[in-house]
């Protein structure tokens, strides 16, 4: 018997497969679609303090090994979050983290009170990283003060765990992941998409209406697949992968790096019943690999690695 | 498996792995054995995927989805209002179509009972495939539609497609064949002599939706539209198909496809807008 349920920042995922922010709505939206029970944990559509109407469309590009995004936060804003879609998404049955994102430390810090409040509310992602809302200055996501702030803020507001949710567009995601560790995150999120961009050659004009756009799918894997493995060196909170994950082979590749989870957004589109296969087939792995549980394999290549580099060095 | 599909409603089909997105069309009719018939057009690499395969491929296609046309005599009662009016849970997001609750049966069709209102199909370019399933459903609920059909050249015109290609008006870009100009100057040519009670369907590129919709405008007539967007979840999650409507964004997948006219903002409105 394998056991496929795992510990994250306190809490008991049955699998470590999690639905990533923005791909899942607020829940309900797959409900009949998605087996929940092997869902370790939906993580919501971001809530913002006031709802906000998103981008211009089209928010849609197709791109070879993906796809470009540009919805720019559209949601129902706090208060709407609170009194209707939290409670809908509690009844599914499986944890739900909800993502956050504020202008500012303290409306994160009250999104995170208000939603942390609430017995639904299995833990909190800080998004400081979403791609296609614009910044006076320098991007939040690759300023290590501002989202310590965040975080600090966020942690006096809540006892629930807190991901952070990181850019792979930052020049140096290591110092704005050690930032948001000292700050009191639990768990890091590696990483939201890339900017990107598409442009119709028959319109000779940019094909998302926001111009630039969100890269996720498989292309975006080794991006940050060599991310959680870079940060996994130098960060002591555990981390959950995210990125092109469409099989249980690519969700391994995220754990053998040092993911202790993993989140699946943009294959969920094509095929929902990929939650059913990935997690089957990690069972089925990790019966042929001698592995009890499914942490078992996080870190695994960097054991290998070590012997590797210790074989060679003697 | 499809029968419960309704006129105007689609389904989103996987076109293989090369593909990360689904491709939406319409239901163009379903058959007496509840099977899905899929109009579909050679556009892009999706389309040439799915006309490569061999005949008896087996292809995984999510739906019906979507909110489709209703019938003339009914109109969508706050079709957008509820979330502008922050409507309780339930009511502004219910299950747009249901056995129970069919727009289309007999029970629900006021025209049943009354002289059935008029009804007017105005379908562009591949747009024909959106309108089928309504055509048929109209004749077979004793509706007669008057039908427009028009396409580029002659070549591409699509009538034939439709279940009474020959009482079909017609019109080309270059007047290869029909009526020498858009399918809606020569609707709007032809609007004048119809009752006022005369409901409007129109499927087609957005310019052609747009112009479809004034002339309804002008001429007081209840106008339902279907339109095309690119999609990811299908089921109003992910909030990719917007367009722009009188109460702000909503999705195609799940608030449209059909929306009525009167709630659309014109694409050329937003422009307007956006450089100004």
Known sequence: MVDPSIRLAGLRLATPLMLASGTVGYGPEYDGLVDFSKVGAIVTKTVTPKPRAGNAPPRLAETRGGMLNSIGLENVGLDRFLSEKLAEAGRLPTLVIASVAGETPSEFAALCEAIGEREETAGLELNVSCPNVRRARRPLWADPDGVSAVVAAARCATDKPLLLKLSPNAADVTSVAEAGERAGADALVVANTLPGMRIDVTTQAPMLGNRFGGLSGPALLPVNLALVWQLSESIGIPIVGSGGIERAEDALEYMMAGASAFQVGTALFRTPSVVDRIVDDLTQHALSDGVNCLSGYTGAAKEADTTCLRTRAD | MFDTAEPGQFVLVDTG????????????????????????????????????????????????????????????????????????????????????????????????????????????????????????????????????????????????????????????????????????????????????????????????????????????????????????????????????????????????????????????????????
């Not at chain 2, 593909?19 to 040439?48: K, N």
């Not at chain 2, 019938?71 to 969508?76: C, D, K, L």
């Open chain 2, 17 to 276: 792995p090369e593909r990360a997105l689904r491709r939406p069309f319409s239901v163009a009719g379903v058959t007496a054995d509840g099977d899905v018939e899929l109009l579909i057009a050679l556009r892009g690499d999706g389309t040439r995927a799915l006309a490569d395969l061999p005949v008896g491929s087996l292809l995984t296609i999510m739906g019906p989805l979507g909110r489709g046309f209703m019938p003339p005599a009914s109109r969508r009662a706050a079709h957008v209002a509820p979330h502008a009016a922050g409507a309780t849970q339930g009511a502004s997001e219910a299950a747009p179509w249901s056995p129970d609750a069919d727009p289309w049966s007999p029970e629900a069709a006021p025209w049943s009972t009354e002289a059935p209102p008029a009804a007017v199909v105005v379908a562009g370019g591949i747009g024909v495939a959106g309108v089928r399933f309504l055509v048929q459903r109209l004749s077979s609920a004793g509706t007669t539609a008057t039908l427009f059909v028009g396409a580029r050249t002659g070549d591409t015109l699509l009538h034939t497609t439709l279940p009474e290609p020959d009482a079909v008006h017609l019109a080309t870009d270059d007047g290869t064949m029909g009526f020498r100009g858009t399918v809606c100057d020569l609707f709007a040519a032809e609007s004048a002599t119809l009752p006022v009670n005369t409901k409007i369907y129109g499927c087609g590129p957005r310019a052609m939706l747009d112009s479809l919709s004034a002339i309804a405008d002008e001429r007081g007539m209840a106008c339902e539209l279907s339109l095309e967007e690119m999609m990811a979840c299908g089921v109003g999650a992910c909030r990719g198909c917007v367009v722009s409507t009188v109460d702000g964004y909503r999705t195609v997948c799940k608030d449209g496809p059909v929306f009525d006219a009167s709630v659309l903002v014109p694409e050329r409105c937003v422009i307007e807008v956006a450089d100004g």
